[in-house]
Protein backbone atom coordinates (compact mmCIF):
# COMPACT_ATOMS: atom_id res chain seq x y z
CA UNK A 1 0.00 0.00 0.00
CA UNK A 2 2.12 2.76 -0.88
CA UNK A 3 4.45 4.26 -3.22
CA UNK A 4 7.98 2.88 -2.07
CA UNK A 5 9.41 5.06 -4.39
CA UNK A 6 7.70 8.34 -3.15
CA UNK A 7 9.82 10.81 -2.02
CA UNK A 8 9.50 11.42 1.76
CA UNK A 9 10.39 15.12 4.77
CA UNK A 10 13.88 14.35 5.03
CA UNK A 11 13.05 15.58 9.14
CA UNK A 12 10.02 15.56 11.42
CA UNK A 13 11.24 19.28 11.81
CA UNK A 14 10.74 19.59 7.82
CA UNK A 15 7.26 18.10 8.13
CA UNK A 16 6.09 20.31 10.82
CA UNK A 17 7.46 23.50 9.51
CA UNK A 18 5.93 22.98 6.14
CA UNK A 19 2.45 21.71 7.59
CA UNK A 20 2.73 24.89 9.83
CA UNK A 21 3.28 27.01 7.17
CA UNK A 22 0.38 25.85 5.37
CA UNK A 23 -1.54 26.32 7.94
CA UNK A 24 0.12 29.81 8.44
CA UNK A 25 -1.91 31.97 5.64
CA UNK A 26 -3.56 34.86 5.27
CA UNK A 27 -6.24 33.65 7.66
CA UNK A 28 -4.14 33.60 10.68
CA UNK A 29 -3.13 37.06 10.06
CA UNK A 30 -5.47 39.48 8.99
CA UNK A 31 -8.91 36.85 8.85
CA UNK A 32 -8.47 35.87 12.28
CA UNK A 33 -7.64 39.64 13.66
CA UNK A 34 -10.70 41.29 11.74
CA UNK A 35 -13.37 38.39 12.38
CA UNK A 36 -12.00 38.77 16.05
CA UNK A 37 -12.67 42.25 15.96
CA UNK A 38 -16.10 41.45 14.32
CA UNK A 39 -16.89 39.02 16.74
CA UNK A 40 -15.67 41.32 20.12
CA UNK A 41 -12.40 40.12 20.77
CA UNK A 42 -11.51 38.05 23.75
CA UNK A 43 -14.74 35.73 24.00
CA UNK A 44 -14.14 35.03 20.47
CA UNK A 45 -10.25 33.66 20.71
CA UNK A 46 -11.47 31.72 24.10
CA UNK A 47 -14.13 29.52 22.01
CA UNK A 48 -11.51 29.73 18.78
CA UNK A 49 -8.97 27.90 21.10
CA UNK A 50 -11.46 25.36 22.38
CA UNK A 51 -13.02 24.93 18.74
CA UNK A 52 -8.90 24.21 17.65
CA UNK A 53 -8.60 21.63 20.37
CA UNK A 54 -11.75 19.92 20.48
CA UNK A 55 -12.31 19.71 16.56
CA UNK A 56 -9.24 21.05 14.48
CA UNK A 57 -6.54 18.69 16.13
CA UNK A 58 -8.38 15.41 16.05
CA UNK A 59 -9.45 15.95 12.20
CA UNK A 60 -5.87 16.89 11.52
CA UNK A 61 -4.35 13.70 13.03
CA UNK A 62 -7.14 11.92 11.03
CA UNK A 63 -5.75 13.73 7.72
CA UNK A 64 -2.52 12.91 8.53
CA UNK A 65 -2.90 9.36 9.45
CA UNK A 66 -4.70 8.96 5.95
CA UNK A 67 -1.92 10.14 4.21
CA UNK A 68 0.63 8.82 6.31
CA UNK A 69 -0.83 4.85 5.89
CA UNK A 70 -1.27 4.79 2.32
CA UNK A 71 1.37 7.32 1.12
CA UNK A 72 -0.49 8.69 -1.34
CA UNK A 73 -2.53 11.95 -2.59
CA UNK A 74 -5.93 12.12 -1.90
CA UNK A 75 -7.48 10.67 -4.46
CA UNK A 76 -5.46 7.17 -4.08
CA UNK A 77 -5.48 7.53 -0.63
CA UNK A 78 -9.28 7.24 -0.67
CA UNK A 79 -9.28 4.43 -3.50
CA UNK A 80 -6.98 2.35 -1.47
CA UNK A 81 -8.84 2.31 1.98
CA UNK A 82 -11.94 1.71 0.61
CA UNK A 83 -11.34 0.06 -2.60
CA UNK A 84 -14.23 0.04 -5.60
CA UNK A 85 -16.38 2.43 -4.06
CA UNK A 86 -17.01 6.23 -4.58
CA UNK A 87 -15.26 7.24 -1.70
CA UNK A 88 -12.48 8.48 -4.07
CA UNK A 89 -14.96 11.65 -4.74
CA UNK A 90 -13.77 13.02 -1.06
CA UNK A 91 -10.03 12.69 -2.24
CA UNK A 92 -11.42 14.65 -5.38
CA UNK A 93 -13.27 17.31 -3.27
CA UNK A 94 -9.87 18.50 -1.45
CA UNK A 95 -8.43 18.38 -5.23
CA UNK A 96 -10.92 20.67 -6.38
CA UNK A 97 -10.69 22.77 -3.34
CA UNK A 98 -7.06 23.55 -3.34
CA UNK A 99 -7.26 24.51 -6.95
CA UNK A 100 -9.94 26.94 -6.36
CA UNK A 101 -8.54 28.16 -3.60
CA UNK A 102 -5.25 28.82 -4.88
CA UNK A 103 -6.96 30.48 -8.08
CA UNK A 104 -8.13 33.74 -5.96
CA UNK A 105 -5.99 33.29 -2.88
CA UNK A 106 -3.00 34.06 -5.08
CA UNK A 107 -4.87 37.28 -6.01
CA UNK A 108 -4.80 38.44 -2.64
CA UNK A 109 -1.64 37.44 -2.38
CA UNK A 110 -0.33 39.48 -5.17
CA UNK A 111 -2.21 42.49 -3.13
CA UNK A 112 0.17 41.65 0.05
CA UNK A 113 3.01 41.44 -2.41
CA UNK A 114 1.92 44.79 -3.99
CA UNK A 115 1.52 46.68 -0.74
CA UNK A 116 4.78 45.08 0.25
CA UNK A 117 6.93 47.26 -2.31
CA UNK A 118 4.36 50.18 -1.97
CA UNK A 119 6.10 50.17 1.87
CA UNK A 120 8.90 50.78 0.89
CA UNK A 121 8.07 54.26 -0.24
CA UNK A 122 6.27 54.91 3.41
CA UNK A 123 2.99 55.59 4.35
CA UNK A 124 1.77 59.24 4.96
CA UNK A 125 -0.54 60.40 7.06
CA UNK A 126 -3.60 61.64 6.32
CA UNK A 127 -3.86 60.05 2.94
CA UNK A 128 -7.38 58.50 1.75
CA UNK A 129 -5.96 54.83 2.18
CA UNK A 130 -9.63 53.78 0.92
CA UNK A 131 -9.31 55.15 -2.48
CA UNK A 132 -5.59 53.91 -2.86
CA UNK A 133 -7.16 50.49 -2.10
CA UNK A 134 -9.65 50.57 -4.65
CA UNK A 135 -7.72 52.00 -6.98
CA UNK A 136 -5.59 49.26 -7.31
CA UNK A 137 -7.91 46.53 -7.10
CA UNK A 138 -10.12 48.51 -10.26
CA UNK A 139 -6.86 48.68 -12.25
CA UNK A 140 -6.74 45.99 -14.94
CA UNK A 141 -2.84 45.24 -15.32
CA UNK A 142 -1.43 45.58 -11.74
CA UNK A 143 -3.42 43.22 -10.05
CA UNK A 144 -2.81 40.81 -12.62
CA UNK A 145 1.39 40.96 -12.83
CA UNK A 146 1.19 40.55 -8.90
CA UNK A 147 -0.87 37.55 -9.40
CA UNK A 148 1.39 36.26 -12.01
CA UNK A 149 4.03 37.21 -10.14
CA UNK A 150 2.87 35.27 -6.82
CA UNK A 151 2.26 32.54 -8.97
CA UNK A 152 6.13 32.56 -10.49
CA UNK A 153 7.19 32.55 -7.10
CA UNK A 154 4.92 29.62 -6.00
CA UNK A 155 6.14 27.42 -8.84
CA UNK A 156 9.77 27.66 -8.53
CA UNK A 157 9.67 26.18 -5.39
CA UNK A 158 6.82 23.27 -5.96
CA UNK A 159 9.12 22.50 -8.95
CA UNK A 160 12.07 21.75 -6.52
CA UNK A 161 10.58 18.69 -4.64
CA UNK A 162 9.08 18.16 -1.72
CA UNK A 163 12.78 18.18 0.46
CA UNK A 164 14.75 20.73 -2.02
CA UNK A 165 11.62 22.70 -2.78
CA UNK A 166 9.19 22.67 -0.13
CA UNK A 167 10.81 21.92 2.96
CA UNK A 168 14.00 23.64 2.19
CA UNK A 169 12.24 27.39 1.64
CA UNK A 170 9.95 26.88 5.09
CA UNK A 171 12.95 26.59 7.16
CA UNK A 172 14.03 29.67 5.63
CA UNK A 173 10.74 31.54 5.48
CA UNK A 174 8.71 30.92 8.73
CA UNK A 175 11.86 31.40 11.15
CA UNK A 176 11.33 34.57 9.00
CA UNK A 177 7.93 35.16 9.66
CA UNK A 178 8.55 34.47 13.65
CA UNK A 179 10.65 37.44 13.44
CA UNK A 180 9.04 39.96 11.75
CA UNK A 181 5.71 38.69 13.48
CA UNK A 182 7.70 39.59 17.05
CA UNK A 183 8.98 42.24 16.06
CA UNK A 184 5.77 43.98 15.03
CA UNK A 185 4.17 43.04 18.39
CA UNK A 186 6.95 44.68 20.61
CA UNK A 187 5.98 47.56 18.22
CA UNK A 188 2.56 47.45 18.92
CA UNK A 189 2.61 46.78 22.56
CA UNK A 190 5.05 49.78 23.03
CA UNK A 191 2.87 52.27 21.51
CA UNK A 192 1.15 54.85 24.05
CA UNK A 193 -2.46 53.71 24.52
CA UNK A 194 -1.99 50.17 23.52
CA UNK A 195 -3.33 48.93 26.49
CA UNK A 196 -7.30 49.75 25.32
CA UNK A 197 -6.12 46.27 22.57
CA UNK A 198 -4.49 44.59 24.64
CA UNK A 199 -7.57 44.57 27.12
CA UNK A 200 -9.88 44.46 24.28
CA UNK A 201 -8.21 41.04 23.13
CA UNK A 202 -7.79 39.72 27.03
CA UNK A 203 -10.89 40.79 28.62
CA UNK A 204 -13.80 38.35 27.25
CA UNK A 205 -16.81 39.70 27.38
CA UNK A 206 -18.96 37.22 27.56
CA UNK A 207 -22.59 39.10 27.01
CA UNK A 208 -20.66 39.47 23.37
CA UNK A 209 -21.48 35.27 22.40
CA UNK A 210 -23.95 34.61 20.28
CA UNK A 211 -24.92 31.46 18.34
CA UNK A 212 -23.45 33.39 15.74
CA UNK A 213 -20.08 33.85 17.45
CA UNK A 214 -19.71 29.50 18.11
CA UNK A 215 -19.60 29.14 14.62
CA UNK A 216 -17.81 31.45 13.07
CA UNK A 217 -15.01 30.76 15.72
CA UNK A 218 -15.76 27.08 14.70
CA UNK A 219 -15.77 28.19 10.87
CA UNK A 220 -12.15 29.79 11.46
CA UNK A 221 -10.41 27.27 13.16
CA UNK A 222 -11.44 25.00 10.54
CA UNK A 223 -10.16 27.06 7.43
CA UNK A 224 -6.88 28.31 9.41
CA UNK A 225 -5.25 24.40 9.70
CA UNK A 226 -5.71 23.58 5.99
CA UNK A 227 -8.35 21.25 6.99
CA UNK A 228 -11.02 19.36 4.31
CA UNK A 229 -8.93 20.51 1.19
CA UNK A 230 -6.78 17.26 0.55
CA UNK A 231 -3.12 19.52 1.94
CA UNK A 232 -2.66 17.56 5.51
CA UNK A 233 -3.23 13.85 3.55
CA UNK A 234 -1.10 15.04 0.93
CA UNK A 235 1.93 16.50 3.10
CA UNK A 236 0.74 13.34 5.83
CA UNK A 237 1.56 11.12 2.68
CA UNK A 238 5.66 11.90 2.63
CA UNK A 239 5.70 11.53 6.55
CA UNK A 240 8.24 8.60 7.74
CA UNK A 241 6.63 5.73 8.99
CA UNK A 242 9.37 5.97 11.84
CA UNK A 243 7.72 9.65 12.84
CA UNK A 244 4.68 9.82 15.36
CA UNK A 245 1.20 11.16 13.46
CA UNK A 246 -0.39 12.94 16.83
CA UNK A 247 3.04 14.94 18.23
CA UNK A 248 3.48 15.85 14.44
CA UNK A 249 -0.03 17.36 14.57
CA UNK A 250 0.42 19.00 18.05
CA UNK A 251 3.15 20.85 17.11
CA UNK A 252 1.65 22.26 14.10
CA UNK A 253 -1.53 23.02 15.98
CA UNK A 254 0.46 24.75 18.47
CA UNK A 255 2.40 26.99 15.72
CA UNK A 256 -0.33 27.57 13.79
CA UNK A 257 -2.06 29.02 16.58
CA UNK A 258 0.54 30.91 18.16
CA UNK A 259 1.14 32.57 14.63
CA UNK A 260 -3.18 33.48 15.10
CA UNK A 261 -2.34 34.91 18.61
CA UNK A 262 0.68 36.79 17.90
CA UNK A 263 -0.71 38.63 15.26
CA UNK A 264 -3.68 40.09 17.63
CA UNK A 265 -0.87 41.44 19.69
CA UNK A 266 0.80 43.29 16.83
CA UNK A 267 -2.42 44.96 15.54
CA UNK A 268 -4.89 45.25 17.61
CA UNK A 269 -2.73 47.40 20.38
CA UNK A 270 -1.31 49.40 17.27
CA UNK A 271 -5.48 49.62 16.19
CA UNK A 272 -6.66 51.01 18.89
CA UNK A 273 -3.64 53.23 19.89
CA UNK A 274 -4.08 55.35 17.05
CA UNK A 275 -7.92 55.71 17.30
CA UNK A 276 -9.10 53.36 14.46
CA UNK A 277 -11.77 50.74 14.65
CA UNK A 278 -10.69 47.01 14.97
CA UNK A 279 -14.10 45.57 13.26
CA UNK A 280 -12.58 47.32 10.17
CA UNK A 281 -13.65 43.38 7.96
CA UNK A 282 -11.82 42.47 4.96
CA UNK A 283 -10.34 46.29 4.47
CA UNK A 284 -8.65 46.15 8.43
CA UNK A 285 -5.17 44.80 6.08
CA UNK A 286 -4.85 47.09 3.18
CA UNK A 287 -7.01 50.25 4.06
CA UNK A 288 -7.41 50.93 7.68
CA UNK A 289 -3.48 48.94 8.95
CA UNK A 290 -2.10 51.75 5.98
CA UNK A 291 -3.14 54.44 8.05
CA UNK A 292 -2.31 53.28 11.06
CA UNK A 293 1.41 52.80 9.82
CA UNK A 294 1.44 56.03 8.61
CA UNK A 295 0.36 57.46 12.43
CA UNK A 296 3.26 55.46 13.93
CA UNK A 297 7.13 56.16 14.47
CA UNK A 298 8.98 54.39 12.07
CA UNK A 299 5.24 53.39 10.06
CA UNK A 300 6.97 52.81 6.85
CA UNK A 301 9.14 50.28 7.64
CA UNK A 302 7.08 48.66 10.56
CA UNK A 303 4.05 48.14 7.33
CA UNK A 304 7.02 46.86 4.90
CA UNK A 305 7.85 44.31 7.39
CA UNK A 306 3.86 43.66 8.30
CA UNK A 307 2.98 43.14 4.05
CA UNK A 308 6.26 41.28 4.00
CA UNK A 309 4.97 39.08 6.14
CA UNK A 310 1.41 38.73 4.73
CA UNK A 311 3.06 38.02 1.55
CA UNK A 312 5.21 34.86 3.32
CA UNK A 313 2.27 33.60 5.03
CA UNK A 314 0.62 33.14 1.71
CA UNK A 315 3.61 31.83 0.17
CA UNK A 316 4.02 28.99 2.44
CA UNK A 317 -0.01 27.78 2.12
CA UNK A 318 0.46 28.43 -1.80
CA UNK A 319 2.79 25.95 -1.99
CA UNK A 320 1.08 23.13 -0.23
CA UNK A 321 -2.21 24.00 -1.90
CA UNK A 322 -0.47 23.69 -5.05
CA UNK A 323 1.70 20.47 -4.22
CA UNK A 324 -2.43 18.71 -3.80
CA UNK A 325 -2.81 18.89 -7.44
CA UNK A 326 0.38 18.58 -8.70
CA UNK A 327 0.88 15.14 -6.56
CA UNK A 328 -2.16 14.02 -8.07
CA UNK A 329 -1.14 13.96 -11.52
CA UNK A 330 2.60 12.33 -10.61
CA UNK A 331 0.56 9.68 -8.42
CA UNK A 332 -2.36 9.11 -10.59
CA UNK A 333 -0.98 9.69 -14.01
CA UNK A 334 2.23 8.83 -13.75
CA UNK A 335 3.15 12.79 -14.82
CA UNK A 336 6.96 14.35 -14.46
CA UNK A 337 7.03 16.64 -11.71
CA UNK A 338 8.30 19.86 -14.14
CA UNK A 339 5.49 19.14 -16.24
CA UNK A 340 2.78 18.45 -13.78
CA UNK A 341 3.46 21.97 -12.08
CA UNK A 342 3.53 24.22 -14.78
CA UNK A 343 0.75 22.84 -16.41
CA UNK A 344 -1.09 23.10 -13.31
CA UNK A 345 0.44 26.73 -12.06
CA UNK A 346 -0.52 28.04 -15.62
CA UNK A 347 -4.31 26.45 -16.13
CA UNK A 348 -4.92 28.38 -12.05
CA UNK A 349 -3.24 31.20 -13.13
CA UNK A 350 -5.58 31.46 -15.55
CA UNK A 351 -8.47 30.79 -13.47
CA UNK A 352 -7.72 33.87 -11.18
CA UNK A 353 -7.84 36.31 -13.83
CA UNK A 354 -11.87 36.37 -12.97
CA UNK A 355 -11.18 37.22 -9.70
CA UNK A 356 -8.37 39.73 -10.09
CA UNK A 357 -10.54 41.33 -13.03
CA UNK A 358 -13.80 41.42 -10.69
CA UNK A 359 -13.49 44.81 -9.88
CA UNK A 360 -12.07 46.09 -13.45
CA UNK A 361 -13.23 44.84 -16.52
CA UNK A 362 -15.80 42.06 -14.55
CA UNK A 363 -17.08 44.57 -12.09
CA UNK A 364 -20.54 44.45 -13.59
CA UNK A 365 -20.81 40.67 -13.53
CA UNK A 366 -22.55 39.52 -10.31
CA UNK A 367 -22.40 35.47 -9.13
CA UNK A 368 -24.77 34.33 -6.11
CA UNK A 369 -25.31 38.04 -5.69
CA UNK A 370 -21.40 38.58 -4.51
CA UNK A 371 -18.56 39.78 -6.90
CA UNK A 372 -16.42 36.99 -8.89
CA UNK A 373 -13.64 36.93 -5.75
CA UNK A 374 -16.61 36.61 -2.98
CA UNK A 375 -17.80 33.66 -5.31
CA UNK A 376 -14.70 32.01 -5.73
CA UNK A 377 -14.46 32.26 -1.74
CA UNK A 378 -17.98 31.71 -0.84
CA UNK A 379 -18.38 27.94 -3.06
CA UNK A 380 -14.39 26.82 -1.68
CA UNK A 381 -14.50 27.95 2.11
CA UNK A 382 -18.63 27.74 2.62
CA UNK A 383 -18.96 24.62 0.56
CA UNK A 384 -16.46 22.26 -0.66
CA UNK A 385 -14.11 22.73 2.76
CA UNK A 386 -16.55 21.57 4.95
CA UNK A 387 -18.33 18.94 2.59
CA UNK A 388 -14.53 17.56 2.34
CA UNK A 389 -14.17 17.70 6.43
CA UNK A 390 -17.36 16.38 7.23
CA UNK A 391 -17.14 13.76 4.07
CA UNK A 392 -13.46 12.96 5.75
CA UNK A 393 -14.88 12.23 9.34
CA UNK A 394 -17.51 9.86 8.48
CA UNK A 395 -15.03 8.22 6.65
CA UNK A 396 -12.70 7.88 9.38
CA UNK A 397 -15.13 7.36 12.18
CA UNK A 398 -17.60 4.38 10.43
CA UNK A 399 -15.59 3.15 6.76
CA UNK A 400 -11.62 2.86 7.95
CA UNK A 401 -13.22 2.79 11.37
CA UNK A 402 -11.67 4.65 14.37
CA UNK A 403 -9.51 2.11 15.44
CA UNK A 404 -7.41 2.17 12.56
CA UNK A 405 -6.92 6.00 12.40
CA UNK A 406 -5.77 5.18 16.52
CA UNK A 407 -3.44 2.96 15.77
CA UNK A 408 -1.93 5.02 13.14
CA UNK A 409 -1.82 8.08 15.04
CA UNK A 410 0.01 5.74 18.09
CA UNK A 411 2.39 4.33 15.73
CA UNK A 412 5.27 4.81 16.78
CA UNK A 413 4.16 5.83 20.39
CA UNK A 414 4.29 9.43 20.98
CA UNK A 415 4.18 11.56 24.28
CA UNK A 416 0.33 12.40 22.81
CA UNK A 417 -1.85 9.19 22.67
CA UNK A 418 -4.97 8.59 21.24
CA UNK A 419 -7.46 6.51 23.33
CA UNK A 420 -11.03 5.41 22.90
CA UNK A 421 -12.04 9.10 23.68
CA UNK A 422 -11.14 10.17 19.48
CA UNK A 423 -13.92 7.36 18.55
CA UNK A 424 -16.68 9.57 20.26
CA UNK A 425 -14.89 13.16 18.75
CA UNK A 426 -14.86 11.69 14.84
CA UNK A 427 -17.80 9.92 14.93
CA UNK A 428 -20.35 12.14 16.44
CA UNK A 429 -18.75 15.05 17.73
CA UNK A 430 -16.82 16.27 14.64
CA UNK A 431 -19.92 15.46 11.76
CA UNK A 432 -21.98 17.49 14.33
CA UNK A 433 -19.86 20.47 14.33
CA UNK A 434 -18.98 20.66 10.61
CA UNK A 435 -22.41 19.94 9.34
CA UNK A 436 -23.49 22.99 11.31
CA UNK A 437 -20.21 25.03 9.55
CA UNK A 438 -21.85 23.89 6.41
CA UNK A 439 -25.81 24.72 6.98
CA UNK A 440 -24.57 28.16 8.58
CA UNK A 441 -22.43 28.99 5.69
CA UNK A 442 -25.32 28.66 3.47
CA UNK A 443 -28.20 29.90 5.61
CA UNK A 444 -25.90 33.31 6.43
CA UNK A 445 -25.05 33.86 3.03
CA UNK A 446 -28.42 33.66 1.15
CA UNK A 447 -31.06 34.02 3.94
CA UNK A 448 -29.66 36.41 6.96
CA UNK A 449 -27.17 38.63 4.86
Known sequence: ??????????????????????????????????????QGGA??????????????????????AIGR???????????SLAPDTPWWLTGALGVLAAFVILSFYSVVAGWSLAYTFKAIGGFVPGLDYETIFVEHITDV???????????????????????????RWAKILMPMLFVILIA??????????????VSFYLSPDFGEITGETFLTALGQAFFT??????????????LPKRENVSDSAGWVIGMDTMVALLAGFAIFPAVFSLGFDPAGGVGLAFITLPAVFAEMPWGGFFGFLFFLLLSIAALTSAFSLLEVVVAWLIDEKGWDRIKASLLVGFIIFLLGLPPTLGYSLLSHVNILGMDILDTYDFISGNILLPLGGLLTSIFAGYVWKS?????EAN????????????????QYLLPLAIGAVLIWGIVDTFFLS
Open 225 to 238: LSLGMGVLITYGSY
Open 43 to 64: AFVLIYLIAIILIGYPLMVTEI
Open 411 to 426: NPKGKIIFGEWYGYII
Open 184 to 197: LVLRGLTLEGASAG
Open 69 to 79: KTQQSPIGAFK
Open 403 to 407: KNVIA
Open 1 to 38: MGNGNREQWASRFGFILAAAGSAVGLGNIWRFSYVAGD
Open 141 to 167: FAPIFWHALFMILTLLVITAGVVKGIQ
